[in-house]
């Protein structure tokens, strides 16, 4: 099956299999963290859905979906602990969810309004990271402030296969293994960076074996499963934390939306692919499971549908309520004080714009 | 500064002949020891002390958690850098040569400059970029040009330029004490060949206003970096043909303090504003710009420039031809006194 995508899932470390029986057994006590990840999945799902429908109906600006990746999001915050530092790529909406960022700010953010990044919680979080990889050597700077400070803290980094082919990933993954960084770098491999399919990326048969020449371990997991995911990241986490230095997780995955709004993928992907893919996707192995053991079933699917679209339906309505800054928030946060050389400029402005 | 020596601090230390590059030691010295906060980080300036050794013996002193020796990344130095502020440290990043500085200009132009307003004022980063720059050093490829200007022209970054001993102390511990990411420019030609005493009190000087080195009344000149050295020569060679020059050396490159600038030109009605970095599209034209639209019907003369060339720096042999010199400026501001 997953030959026919070319996808090395049958490699990696997996505990859930598409068809939601288990390869690997799964320690009872831990169903109600998998009910707890079902949740968070369908509540992520639900409002990425909205989100793609605001941008078609204009309302919205460019979006980059998380349909098909969101284990890996849910897996690797849940893996987290609050006072650690997660610093995403821009395909991070499940992740910042479960770190405290809410529907509304992920809105505002996407909507075009700066203060979708001045998280309410998670303040030492970074916001998203446009500029490709850029962000890992962010991390790698969080996790030196851990190390210099001796705090026992973690900073998780996410990126997309496309980001392992830069020199800034390659570089902090570097530095990690140099100075033992308390810091996991999570790969989400979803195949495609825009339109370049995993095997013009690297030559590498796993990305995962970049691991190897910065002196750290590198392992493959089933992105689609969201309980590998967290396990790996959990386990890599907990390592950094005690001080044994970095890893990177290559989570296996698939994108099943466009890049973002703004792309079309049918231009270069076959359909039949995307279908086929469609069999490996996250959340429905995940409810399979869950109802085979007696922990779901349809009513409750039924009513945390609803309940997960009423949320998201909140935090719309007070994104399309929501009064857009004034003309001035461009000067409000470039300084900490506004020098008084960009004080001409802040007056025509007001002028320009009676404000 | 010319003016005298300030009132001594109790806990200062009059430090004697100090260089450029021992008044950069003094500063971060000073700096590591007020503030647990402030880390080192850069290619070889833990062990080594730096290639030009502004950052010896620190290492020895705060340890190696605070002075770090970086793999040979600029990339990577920069955006550490970057991750290190946005959690409260205030790391001084050193980039060995300027010349170096592109794989990190994006992290300072896309992400340091940027994470103020990016988060409202959630994260920020108070970082300062330190780089030796200039030419006239007889040093290879890429190590001797003046891109201060590339980076003037990014929002929500500062760039700083020390013109001596003095001026690179209490600038570099306010670059350090800033909340804003700070570029400060080190004018290399000038590390060793100009000593002054410096008072070791912890006493930063302003980033938004300039220094009026010397005061005239005949016309302006308006430098900065190692050039200020030729500047003031030149306006003592032209006090001896009878004619007061204004010096000012901008200190602060960004912002710009232009009341400084309009004050001594409206005073005076000429300018020359002389500047080591190619002719066009820099710092100097700003000011040029700034004068005409503030100052156009108190000048007296246009406004001239004594710049580098738009050409690529030449190596060592040819490198005297680029230099601006003290008699080019002297005959600009002469030929601006003559116009009319």
Redesign the interface.
């Known amino acids: 099956m997953y030959q026919a995508l070319k996808l090395p899932l049958d490699q990696c470390h997996r505990f859930i299999n598409a068809d939601g029986t288990l390869k690997h057994t799964i320690d009872e006590q831990e169903f109600p963290l998998l009910l707890e990840c079902y949740k968070a999945m369908m509540q992520i799902r639900i409002f990425d859905k909205k989100c793609v429908s605001l941008q078609r109906t204009g309302r919205f600006g460019t979006y980059p979906s998380v349909l098909g990746m969101e284990a890996i999001g849910i897996g690797v915050g849940k893996a987290m602990e609050e006072e650690d ?1 997660f ?1 995403p790529y821009y395909r991070d909406q499940a992740t910042q969810m479960l770190r405290g960022v809410s529907l509304y700010e992920i809105l505002m953010y996407w909507g075009g309004d ?2 979708g ?3 309410q919680n998670c ?2 979080d ?2 998203n ?1 446009v ?1 490709i990889a ?1 962000q ?13 400070r001796k705090e026992k803290r973690v ?1 998780v980094c996410s990126l997309g296969d496309g980001a392992s082919s830069k ?2 990933f390659m ?2 993954l ?2 990690a293994g ?2 033992k960084l308390p810091m996991v770098f999570v790969i989400n491999n979803n195949q495609w960076a825009i339109s370049v399919p995993r095997h013009l990326q690297s030559g590498a048969e796993r990305l995962a074996d970049k691991a190897i020449g910065a002196g750290m371990p590198g392992e493959q997991v089933d992105g689609n499963d969201v309980y590998a995911v967290y396990r790996a990241v959990k386990r890599a986490v907990d390592r950094a934390r005690a001080g044994k230095g970095p890893a990177l997780i290559e989570a296996i995955s698939y994108r099943l939306c466009d890049h973002t709004t703004a792309d079309d993928a049918s231009r270069y992907r076959a359909n039949e692919e995307l279908e086929k893919a469609w069999e490996f996707e996250p959340v429905k192995r995940l409810r399979a499971l869950l109802e085979n053991k007696g922990l779901w079933n349809e009513s409750q699917e039924l009513a945390w549908a609803e309940h997960c679209q009423a949320n998201t339906d909140k935090a719309v309505e007070l994104f399309l309520n929501t009064e857009a800054q004034p003309p001035h928030a ?1 000067f ?5 004080e506004l ?4 004080e001409e400029q802040y007056a025509t402005l007001l002028a320009r714009h009676h404000a | 500064m010319n003016a005298p020596l300030k009132e001594l601090q109790p806990n200062a230390k009059v430090l004697k002949d100090q260089t450029l590059l021992e008044a950069v030691n003094a500063a971060l010295f000073t700096a590591m020891g007020n503030d647990d906060d402030v ?1 080192l980080l850069g290619e070889d300036v833990g062990m080594n002390g730096g290639v030009f050794r502004a950052t010896a013996g620190l290492q020895e002193a705060f340890g190696n ?2 002075v ?1 020796d ?2 040979l ?1 600029e ?2 130095i ?12 205030k ?1 001084v990043a050193e980039l060995q040569f300027m010349g170096f500085v592109f ?1 990190a200009f ?2 300072i132009a ?2 340091a400059a940027r ?10 980063c108070p970082i300062v970029f330190r780089a030796p720059f200039g030419g006239g050093i007889h040093a290879p490829e890429h190590h001797s040009e003046s891109t201060e200007a590339l980076f003037a022209h990014l ?2 970054i ?1 760039v700083v330029i020390p013109s001596s001993p003095r001026r690179a102390y209490g600038l570099l511990l306010s670059a350090i004490e ?3 990411p700070v570029l400060f420019l080190e004018p290399k030609r000038i590390y060793r060949s100009l000593k002054s005493d410096i008072i070791d009190d912890g006493q930063g000087l302003p980033l ?1 206003t300039c220094f009026t080195l010397k005061e005239g009344s005949d016309i302006t000149l308006v430098s900065w970096g190692a050039l200020v050295t030729e500047t003031l020569d030149a306006a003592h060679e032209l006090e001896a043909h009878g004619i007061s020059a204004e010096v000012i050396d901008l200190g602060t490159i ?6 400084t600038i309009l004050a001594s030109v409206m005073k005076t009605g000429r300018c020359v504003i002389a500047h080591e970095a190619c002719h066009s599209f820099g710092v100097g034209a700003e000011i040029a710009a700034m004068l005409a639209e503030k100052a156009l019907f108190n000048l007296r003369a246009p406004i001239a420039r004594v710049t580098g060339y738009d050409t690529i720096m030449p190596l060592p042999t040819n490198e005297h031809y680029y230099m601006p010199r003290t008699n080019d400026i002297v005959e600009a501001a002469i030929n601006t006194l003559q116009y009319e």
């Open positions: 530092v610093v700066e203060r990044a001045d998280y303040r030492q970074l916001p990271c500029p850029t890992c050597t962010h991390a790698a700077g969080v996790a030196s402030s851990f190390k210099i900073a020199g800034d570089e902090s570097n530095l140099t100075w461009m409000d946060h470039l300084y900490a020098p008084t050389q960009l | 880390v958690h605070r770090m970086t793999p990344a990339a990577l920069a955006g550490v850098a970057v991750g290190m502020s946005t959690q409260g440290l790391p794989p994006e992290h896309c992400h994470m103020r307003n990016r988060t409202r004022g959630r994260l920020s929002p929500g500062r800033s909340p804003d938004d960004k912002p710009l303090d232009e009341a």
